[in-house]
Structures are given as structure tokens and as C-alpha cells.
């Protein structure tokens, strides 16, 4: 098992910045896949951004390339999102993820532990 908590969501204003953080406990965090991944009200979940075990490697969602960037330390058990030149339209609940298994997935339905999410609401 593995439990996550977001925090650092809060309200800015357009082109503002956040960062956001993951505390993971539970299982060994250099194990997992971590991934980011939002949901606006009416809206499906969608993915943000993804980091390797071992951080070698990263995704990211069309819309938030360039301004998003994800980062991990294994040491501290933590996966962060900075988010930058954030938009109204990136409003929403961002959740982050973890899959338990090596290949690489960045659909939801591929993440096995889920954090209770830390609302962003960016205003214009």
C-alpha cells in the first residue's frame, strides 16, 4: 500500500505560479512511477505531467508542456509540480499518482494509489 497527500493548491491569479508537492509513505517511493493528473468540474480526469522511478525520465500533457515541470526526491519520499503562466482553464483538482508497476503508462486507469487531490483555482 501506499499512501499520498497533495498540498501547495490555493488560489492565484493568471500567470501566477504554485508549487505543488506529494508526500508518498508506505512502500519503497524509488520504486514507483509517479504521475500528476487534474480534474476540472464536468470534466474527465486528464493527465499533467509523469516522472520516472529514477527520474530519468518525464512527460508531460500537450496543454501544460513548457510551463509545467515535474521533479522528484526519492530522498524525501516527495514528487513536485511547478506550475508556471498559469491559465483560469487550468483550474481544477490535481492529484497525484502512483504505479506500482515498471513500464511506462501515463493513462489513469494504469495508477494503482491516488491522493485525495489539492484544488488550484487560478483566476483572471
Known amino acids: 500500500q501506499v499512501q499520498l497527500v497533495e498540498s501547495g493548491g490555493g488560489l492565484v491569479q493568471a500567470g501566477g505560479s504554485l508549487r505543488l508537492s506529494c508526500a508518498a509513505s508506505?512502500?519503497?517511493?524509488?520504486?514507483?512511477?509517479m504521475g500528476w493528473f487534474r480534474q476540472a468540474p464536468g470534466k474527465e480526469r486528464e493527465f499533467v505531467a509523469a516522472?520516472?522511478?529514477?527520474?530519468?525520465?518525464?512527460a508531460y500533457g500537450y496543454s501544460v508542456k513548457g510551463r509545467f515541470t515535474i521533479g522528484r526526491d526519492n530522498a524525501k519520499n516527495a514528487v513536485y509540480l511547478e506550475v508556471n503562466s498559469l491559465r483560469p482553464e487550468n483550474t481544477a483538482v490535481y492529484y497525484c499518482?502512483?504505479?506500482?508497476?515498471?513500464?511506462?503508462?501515463?493513462?489513469?486507469?494504469?495508477?494503482?494509489?491516488w491522493g485525495p487531490g489539492t484544488q488550484v483555482t487560478v483566476s483572471s
Open positions: 499518482a502512483a504505479r506500482g508497476r515498471a513500464d511506462w503508462r501515463l493513462d489513469s486507469v494504469a495508477y494503482d494509489y
Open positions: 508506505g512502500r519503497t517511493f524509488s520504486t514507483l512511477m
Open positions: 516522472i520516472s522511478p529514477a527520474a530519468y525520465r518525464t
